[in-house]
């Protein structure tokens, strides 16, 4: 990087890393905390500790240095608790130092009002509004152009994974999104009841990961119930573990009353297929998890998998 001239590194600084001392040695112009939400925590254990983890990266920061923090996430004020940097704050709910108004909310894109300039994102969704708001606002302490910020910002394409979506010729809507965590699948399921009409259905198809934090799993299959009009449980990446397990695990999270709503399908291939069956013109299917992978991992093995793919080839099989 020195050597082809950049001028910038943003890096993300994990839980882990702070927690392992890998960040021992850098000296960072600035930090930005976004949110934290249910995540790691088969390495941090509770809740708490992966907080202090979170925390002792703001903590290490020089005098010289700026945090970012979103006062609109409970946890963002405790991050700055002890640190010596320069503390700046944004939110589009709390008085803040740099704010952002949503003025509307569609499937292509958001309006947004920031230090009043309007401004339109080819990004969806308002975690995506926090997001373009983070990113305005570190290149505003980086003593960038406002000007060629708005426009970079204007500029920017939606990116595979991440709430990608196409739409049948007959109107059926299928959203691929890395979701996987609980925060982040009801933060897409919100979106999703920000932008339909109410006249369709959603369909949720939803799994979990092996090897990772097991106490999400009821979580992510309550919150998919909660928002969806129909939920399919089925694989993720299970790892070395035993698939079934997991749906055994998530199904603990649904209640008697969404029970009828439900459909186990293990294979996620079937998943997708049952999901485009169930569906009519209009409808929203939305596929959680795995997002921009190409594979599916079972007991040490990648399979070649890809949802998006997986979804067209089927929309077009049943003509939907």
């Not at 459909?263 to 297929?273: F, M, N, V």
């Amino acid at each position: 990087m020195v050597e082809q001239d950049c001028e910038f590194v943003f890096m993300e600084v994990s839980s882990h890393a702070v927690a392992q001392n890998r960040i021992s040695g850098i000296s960072f112009t600035g930090a930005v905390f976004s949110n934290i939400t249910h995540d790691h925590l088969d390495y941090h254990k509770t809740f708490d500790e992966y907080i202090r983890a979170k925390k002792g990266f703001f903590d290490y920061l020089p005098a010289t240095a700026f945090s970012l923090v979103n006062k609109d996430d409970k946890n963002g004020l405790i991050m700055i608790q002890n640190t010596k940097s320069k503390v700046h704050t944004y939110a589009l709910r709390s008085v803040a130092d740099f704010k952002c108004r949503i003025i509307e909310n569609h499937l292509n894109g958001l309006l947004l009002n920031i230090d009043n300039q309007e401004l339109w994102v080819k990004l969806i969704g308002t975690f995506n509004a926090y997001n373009v708001l983070a990113v305005y606002a570190t290149a505003i302490l980086l003593k960038q152009d406002k000007t060629n910020i708005l426009t970079s910002l204007s500029n920017l394409n939606p990116i595979e994974g991440r709430f990608q979506h196409i739409k049948s010729q007959k109107g059926l809507v299928g959203i691929v999104d890395y979701a996987h965590t609980p925060d982040a699948l009801k933060n897409v399921l919100e979106t999703i009841k920000d932008v339909r009409t109410g006249n369709e259905q959603v369909i949720t198809l939803v799994g979990c990961g092996g090897d990772r934090d097991a106490a999400k799993r009821p979580v992510m299959a309550a919150i998919a119930c909660e928002y969806s009009n129909r939920v399919i449980l089925t694989s993720d990446n299970p790892r070395s573990e035993d698939p079934e397990e997991i749906l055994n695990q998530m199904q603990k999270g649904i209640n008697p009353h969404d029970a009828k709503k439900t459909l186990r399908i293990t294979d996620r291939k079937e998943a997708i297929r049952t999901a485009c069956s169930l569906s009519n013109a209009g409808d929203i299917i939305l596929i959680a998890g795995k997002g921009h992978e190409k594979y599916q991992e079972i007991k040490g093995v990648k399979h070649d998998f890809d949802d998006m793919e997986i979804l067209k080839e089927t929309i077009k099989t049943l003509g939907i």
